[in-house]
C-alpha cells in the first residue's frame, strides 16, 4: 500500500477506511464480530487508516474499533471526531469543556492512550472557532492526540483555527458526484492541509450497486434527495458511464472513483467505508490505479462537475455543514 502525507506530519495508507457503516447510518449493521474482523482484514490489506466518531452508534462503533486493533495499536494511524452529542436533532457542542470530555472518553472507548488525529466534527456555532481548537490543542500538548483536523468547514474557518494551532486535516464529503470541497482546496494547499474525502463512492452509488431507492430502516440515504427515486434513476446514466470507462480501463467503476480522488494530489487520503471484505480488497487495489491525462478526461466526460440530480443532504444535515 503506498503512503501518503497528511499536513506534511501524518504518514497515512493512501487509502483508509471509513468505520461508520460497520455500527450506524447504512441500515442493520453486520454482527460486531464481523466488523471487527473486516477491520483486522483491512489491516492485513495495508488499509492501516481508520476512521471512527464518538457519535456512531452512538459510541458503538468506537468500542468495536478499539476491539478491532487491541494488540495492533502500532500499526494503526486512528482518527475520531467530537463535536456531537447523542440524541435529538443532532445537537453540535465543540465547547472546550465537552471536548475535554469527549476526548477522555473516546481514548477509553477506544482502548487506547492517544489518536493520531482528532477532529471537530461540526462548527458549534455557538462556540468561537478560536475556543474549540484551544482546547484541542491543549491535548495536544498533553499527549493525547498527534494531530487536530476539522470536519465540513468553510475556507474562513480553516484560516481561524490554523492560525490557533496547525490543522493536519480537513475531512468532507468528496467525490466525482460531490465537488463542493473543491472551492476550499486552494486554502488548504496554502496552509498545508491535508484532504480527507469522505463518501468518496457517493454512499455506494459510484460502485453502480446502488439501483434502487429500496433501503433498510435507519438508513441515511432514505433521506438524501439525490437517492430520490426518479433522481436515482437519472443519475444511474452517469454510473454507467463511468462503469464503461473502467472496463475500458480493467478496472471497477469504485476503483476509478477512488483513483480519480488519489489523482487529485498526493494530499487527498480518501476513507471508503463497507461491510464486505472483497470491497476492502477491491479498494486497496485503487491505489495502485494509474490514472493519464486521457483515463482522466474520460472520467470527467462520464461524470461531469454538478452532472449529479438531488441535494446530497436533506435540510436537517445540511443546515450543519459551515460555509
Known amino acids: 500500500m503506498q503512503q501518503r502525507v497528511l499536513g506534511g506530519r501524518l504518514q497515512v495508507s ?7 457503516g460497520l455500527s450506524a447510518n447504512y441500515g442493520p449493521p453486520p454482527d460486531p464480530a464481523i466488523g471487527e474482523a473486516l477491520i483486522r482484514h483491512a489491516l492485513d490489506a495495508g488499509i492501516t487508516f481508520l476512521d471512527t466518531a464518538d457519535v456512531y452508534g452512538p459510541y458503538e462503533n468506537e468500542l468495536l474499533v478499539g476491539r478491532a486493533i487491541a494488540g495492533r495499536r ?3 494511524v486512528l482518527a475520531t471526531k467530537f463535536g456531537f452529542r447523542s440524541g435529538g436533532d443532532y445537537p453540535i457542542d465543540a465547547s472546550p469543556a465537552w471536548a475535554r470530555e469527549a476526548l477522555e472518553a473516546s481514548l477509553r472507548r ?21 475556543e474549540t ?13 498527534r494531530a487536530l483536523g476539522l470536519s465540513e468547514v468553510s475556507a474562513a474557518t480553516i484560516r481561524r483555527a490554523d492560525a490557533v494551532h496547525p490543522i493536519t486535516a480537513l475531512q468532507s464529503e468528496y467525490s466525482l458526484v460531490t465537488r463542493d470541497v473543491e472551492a476550499v482546496v486552494p486554502t488548504l494547499r496554502e496552509l498545508g492541509i491535508g484532504l480527507v474525502p469522505f463518501s468518496p463512492l457517493g454512499r455506494g452509488f459510484l460502485t453502480g450497486g446502488v439501483r434502487e431507492a429500496s433501503f433498510g430502516e435507519g438508513d441515511l440515504r432514505n433521506t438524501m434527495p439525490r437517492f430520490e427515486a426518479e433522481n436515482l434513476r437519472r443519475n444511474m446514466t452517469l454510473v454507467d458511464a463511468l462503469a464503461g470507462v473502467a472496463a475500458s480501463l480493467g478496472a471497477t467503476p469504485g476503483q476509478l472513483a477512488l ?7 498526493p494530499d487527498v487520503v480518501p476513507i471508503p467505508g463497507t461491510t464486505r471484505r472483497e470491497r476492502v480488497d477491491e479498494n486497496a487495489a485503487a491505489a495502485a490505479l494509474a490514472l493519464d491525462g486521457d483515463a482522466l478526461a474520460a472520467i470527467e466526460e462520464a461524470v461531469p462537475p454538478a452532472a449529479v440530480a438531488g441535494a446530497r443532504y436533506p435540510e436537517s444535515l445540511d443546515r450543519l455543514v459551515d460555509r
Open 259 to 265: 483513483a480519480w480522488l488519489l489523482a487529485r494530489g
Open 74 to 76: 502500532d500499526e494503526v
Open 110 to 130: 477506544l482502548g487506547v492512550d492517544h489518536v493520531d488525529l482528532w477532529y471537530l466534527h461540526r462548527v458549534d456555532p455557538s462556540v468561537p472557532i478560536e
Open 14 to 20: 493512501a487509502i483508509g477506511l471509513g468505520c461508520m
Open 133 to 145: 481548537i484551544g482546547a484541542m490543542a491543549e491535548q495536544v500538548a498533553a499527549g493525547k492526540v
